[in-house]
C-alpha cells in the first residue's frame, strides 16, 4: 500500500486476543501503526496480566475475548490465545462478522483446524495466519527470486532452527510437540518456498540434554524428512538445545543455482586477537523477526482494507498443521508416513 493510499484509508480498529509473550508484542505493534491501525482493546483471563497490558497503552481490557468483540467497535482481532482455544475464539470472531489474524499453529489437531476452516467459509470473514517468517525481508526476497525464476527450479529445501533453551514446562505440556510447535514455521516455509505439497514425511527425534521433554512424550532434538509431489526434499531440523545462541538458517538448492537465508544481527562487528574470534551470539526471534512481526500487522491490516486475497490462508495453515502432525506420528510410530491428497487443503 503506498503512502497516499494510507493517508485515504482509516486506521482499522482492532482488538488484541491474548496478551501472553506474542499477544503483548502484537498489541504494541498495532498501537505503534498509527497510520494502518488502532489498538482498541485487549482480552485475555489473566487479570492482572490484561489490566497491566491495558494500562500500558491506555485501552479497555476484558477477561473474555467474545465480550470485547460484543461491547467495542471493532474492525478485526488478533488472536494469539493458547491453541487449544483457537477455534472457539475464531468462532467468536465470526459471530461478531470480525477479520481475524491467528497466531500460529492454527490448531493441534486436525480436528479442530478443520473445525476453523468450516467456520471461516461459512462465514466468509477474512482470515489470515501468522506465519511470520513470510514477512520478513530475507524470507521474501527469497520467495521473491524463487518465484522469478532466479534459482531455476527447486529441488531441495534444507532448514535448520536451533533455540538456546528449552521453554517452560508448563509449556512443553501444551504445545503439541517440538514438530507442531517449534519447526512449524519450518514446514510452513519449506511448503512456500517449494511451491509443491508433501507426499510422505519421515522423522525422528531423541532428548539429549532436557529429560524433561520425554516426560511429555517430546523431544529436545528432531530431524524431519519431506518427500514433496514434485519429486523435490526437504530436511527439516529443530533443536532445543543450542548452547552457543539462536540458530536459525534456510537454504533451497535449484537446478540453477542456491538461495540461502542465514543467521541476522544488526551488528556486524567482530573481534580478531590471537585467542581467535570473538562474535556475540545472534539474537533470539523476538529480536530476530522484529521487522516480521511489523509487516505481519501492516499487511494483516492492508487485507482488512482492501479487498484482496488472504496472504495466509486458513487451507495453508490446515495443510501445515497436517504435516506437523504426520512428523510427529512417524517419529512415535517409526515409519514413513503417507500424505494423501486432502480435498479440504486445497
Not at 477479520?99 to 486436525?110: C, N, S
Not at 514446562?169 to 514455521?185: A, N, P
Not at 505439497?197 to 516426560?215: D, E, I, M, N, R
Not at 529480536?287 to 496472504?311: L, Q, T, W
Request: charged share 30%; net charge neutral; hydrophobic share 40%.
Amino acid at each position: 500500500m503506498t503512502d497516499e493510499e494510507i493517508i485515504d484509508v482509516k486506521p482499522v480498529r482492532i482488538g488484541v486476543c491474548g496478551v501472553g509473550r506474542i499477544g503483548r508484542l502484537h498489541a504494541e505493534n498495532v498501537a505503534k501503526s498509527i497510520e494502518r491501525a488502532e489498538l482498541v482493546a485487549v482480552a485475555d483471563p489473566i487479570k492482572s496480566l490484561v489490566r497491566q497490558v491495558a494500562q500500558a497503552f491506555a485501552v479497555h481490557s476484558y477477561t473474555k475475548p467474545s465480550e470485547m468483540m460484543k461491547k467495542e467497535r471493532l474492525d478485526a482481532v488478533i488472536i494469539a490465545t493458547p491453541t487449544p482455544t483457537h477455534a472457539e475464539v475464531v468462532e467468536a470472531a465470526s459471530d461478531s462478522h470480525l477479520p481475524v489474524l491467528l497466531e500460529k499453529p492454527i490448531a493441534l489437531t486436525m480436528k479442530d483446524a478443520d473445525r476453523i476452516v468450516s467456520v471461516v467459509k461459512r462465514s466468509g470473514i477474512k482470515f489470515q495466519l501468522g506465519f511470520n517468517r513470510r514477512w520478513d525481508p530475507g524470507y521474501s526476497k527469497a520467495e521473491g527470486m524463487i518465484a522469478k525464476g532466479d534459482i531455476g527450479k527447486p529441488l531441495v529445501i534444507k532448514t535448520c532452527a536451533r533455540d538456546p533453551q528449552p521453554p517452560p514446562d508448563e509449556y512443553i505440556r501444551t504445545s503439541g510437540g517440538i514438530f507442531v510447535d517449534e519447526c512449524i514455521h519450518d514446514f510452513d516455509v519449506a511448503l512456500w518456498l517449494m511451491k509443491s505439497a508433501v507426499k510422505q514425511v519421515w522423522a525422528t527425534g531423541t532428548t539429549l540434554v532436557y529429560p524433561q521433554f520425554s516426560k511429555y512424550g517430546d523431544y529436545d532434538n528432531a530431524v524431519a524428512i519431506l518427500h514433496f509431489s514434485n519429486k523435490g526434499l526437504g530436511i527439516i531440523e529443530g533443536s532445543r538445545t543450542s548452547a552457543y545462541g539462536y540458530d536459525l538458517r534456510t537454504e533451497v538448492l535449484g537446478d540453477q543455482g542456491q538461495v540461502r537465508i542465514d543467521n541476522w544481527k544488526e551488528d556486524s562487528t567482530r573481534l580478531w586477537t590471537k585467542k581467535g574470534t570473538l562474535d556475540d551470539q545472534y539474537p533470539w526471534f523476538m529480536k530476530r523477526f522484529a521487522e516480521a512481526y511489523k509487516r505481519e500487522v501492516d499487511g494483516f491490516c492492508d487485507y482488512v482494507a482492501k479487498d484482496e486475497k488472504s496472504p495466509v490462508s486458513v487451507e495453508e495453515g490446515r495443510e501445515v498443521l497436517r504435516v506437523a502432525l504426520a512428523a510427529r506420528e512417524s517419529a512415535r510410530s517409526k515409519v514413513a508416513i503417507e500424505l494423501k491428497t486432502d480435498r479440504a487443503s486445497t
